[in-house]
């Protein structure tokens, strides 16, 4: 799945959906590129030292 263009992921989307894949399995493409995407913009920007996100938040946590 593409994490670059929204143009070609919904193609792809499109095409997957059409070979038989369930909508599940589409949005689970979408959300593996864009974590992939995330994690390759952070790598090449760097994190600061005490970054967190909310969702990292012991608050929010179960």
């Given at each position: 799945?593409?994490?670059i263009c929204?143009?070609?992921a919904k193609s792809e989307a499109l095409g997957m959906l059409k070979a038989g894949y369930t909508k599940n399995k589409?949005?689970?493409a979408y959300c593996l590129a864009?974590?992939?995407r995330v994690v390759s913009l952070v790598?090449?920007?760097g994190v600061e030292?005490?970054?967190s996100s909310p969702a990292a938040s012991p608050r929010i946590r179960a």
């Open positions: 799945m593409s994490s929204v143009v070609f589409v949005i689970a864009m974590a992939e790598e090449r920007i030292e005490g970054f």
